[in-house]
């Protein structure tokens, strides 16, 4: 094995030749090759995750991190750039202004955000960690990493013009309604449409036989800072479930599940031992 070092900018897009659609491109995705249209609805199949490939490898060191995160980059910067074993992979979400449709100064928020909705969740397989596959896998740095979503809260103003917050689960939908790439998936509720409408996160958790006759939204605001409901396309909530299924994937490699149960077997038997002892 050789020591190279392979250091990927994680844009999601082939912006060599004008951001056309690649196998890192995510779901629903508006790109050159993957137009939105009449016929087509965006990007198709689900994204290849280049780190979580390379770390099948043998002794293969791989990271996902993002620079909105410095105590997560410049650790696993350090540790990719001493790895002498084997292969060092290390792939850093890296927005694009021009091709993600966002000013130049919010990327540092996008990077962050792009973390926190589960699109580019951070993790690092290092097999110089203990002997099993968990030890290996670590998703630290992720908020909330023992659950599906993490949650965000949206400002808005209600109709006396106060201040109000809500607290919502925040999802790959969330991050998708602030990007151009994504705008088609998205529109706004109509106001006979209410009696259907259900949380996307909910949504997902809907039996196929089920969804008929709901429609999956979320929360945003108006230009007038106003709270409303806007409508995901089914290519939104297909990206939804392809990063679900992603990061339930990393957790499990990390050992989340396995701690949850472990966990919870400590806990019943000190009960046990308790009620022996009473």
Same mark, same amino acid.
């Given at each position: 094995?050789?020591?190279? #070092?392979? *250091?990927?900018?994680?844009?999601?897009?082939?912006?060599?030749?004008?951001?056309?659609?690649?196998?890192?491109?995510?779901?629903?995705?508006?790109?050159?090759?993957?137009?939105?249209?009449?016929?087509?609805?965006?990007?198709? !199949?689900?994204? #290849? !995750? *280049?780190?979580? *490939?390379?770390?099948?490898?043998?002794?293969?060191?791989?990271?996902?991190?993002?620079? @909105?995160?410095?105590?997560?980059?410049?650790?696993?910067?350090?540790?990719?750039?001493?790895?002498?074993?084997?292969? @060092?992979?290390?792939?850093? %979400?890296?927005?694009?202004?021009?091709?993600?449709?966002?000013?130049?100064?919010?990327?540092?928020?996008?990077?962050? +955000?792009?973390?926190?909705?589960? +699109?580019?969740?951070?993790?690092?397989?290092?097999?110089?960690?203990?002997?099993?596959?968990?030890?290996?896998?670590?998703?630290?740095?992720?908020?909330? @990493?023992?659950?599906?979503?993490?949650? #965000?809260?949206? !400002?808005?103003?209600?109709?006396?013009?106060?201040?109000?917050?809500?607290?919502?689960?925040?999802?790959?939908?969330?991050?998708?309604?602030?990007?151009?790439?994504?705008?088609?998936?998205?529109?706004?509720?109509?106001?006979?449409?209410?009696?259907?409408?259900?949380?996307?996160?909910?949504?997902?958790?809907?039996?196929?036989?089920?969804? &008929?006759?709901?429609?999956?939204?979320?929360? &945003?605001?108006?230009?007038?800072?106003?709270?409303?409901?806007?409508?995901?396309?089914?290519?939104?909530?297909?990206?939804?479930?392809?990063?679900?299924? %992603?990061?339930?994937?990393?957790? %499990?490699?990390?050992?989340?599940? !396995?701690? #949850?149960?472990?966990?919870?077997?400590?806990?019943?038997?000190?009960? *046990?031992?308790?009620?022996?002892?009473?």
């Amino acid at each position: 094995d050789s020591p190279l #070092k392979m *250091l990927v900018l994680d844009s999601g897009a082939y912006s060599n030749t004008g951001g056309q659609a690649s196998t890192s491109s995510f779901t629903g995705q508006d790109s050159d090759l993957s137009r939105f249209g009449g016929s087509h609805s965006g990007k198709h !199949e689900a994204r #290849k !995750e *280049l780190a979580l *490939l390379a770390s099948f490898h043998p002794h293969v060191y791989a990271c996902s991190t993002s620079t @909105a995160f410095h105590g997560h980059f410049l650790q696993t910067t350090m540790d990719y750039l001493e790895y002498q074993p084997a292969p @060092a992979v290390m792939n850093v %979400y890296t927005p694009c202004g021009s091709e993600h449709g966002i000013p130049e100064s919010s990327s540092n928020a996008r990077a962050r +955000m792009a973390v926190e909705s589960r +699109m580019h969740p951070l993790f690092v397989h290092d097999p110089r960690h203990g002997t099993t596959m968990h030890d290996w896998y670590s998703i630290e740095g992720n908020p909330d @990493a023992d659950k599906t979503w993490t949650t #965000k809260t949206l !400002e808005y103003l209600d109709e006396d013009g106060a201040l109000q917050l809500l607290t919502t689960p925040l999802t790959p939908a969330e991050f998708a309604l602030g990007e151009v790439r994504f705008k088609k998936q998205f529109r706004k509720l109509a106001p006979g449409e209410e009696a259907s409408a259900v949380p996307i996160d909910e949504y997902v958790e809907l039996p196929a036989d089920q969804r &008929a006759d709901h429609l999956p939204f979320i929360y &945003a605001t108006d230009e007038d800072r106003h709270l409303i409901k806007v409508v995901c396309s089914h290519s939104i909530v297909s990206l939804v479930e392809d990063r679900r299924r %992603y990061w339930q994937t990393l957790q %499990y490699l990390s050992g989340v599940h !396995e701690a #949850k149960l472990t966990a919870l077997h400590r806990a019943d038997i000190e009960e *046990l031992r308790s009620k022996y002892e009473d």
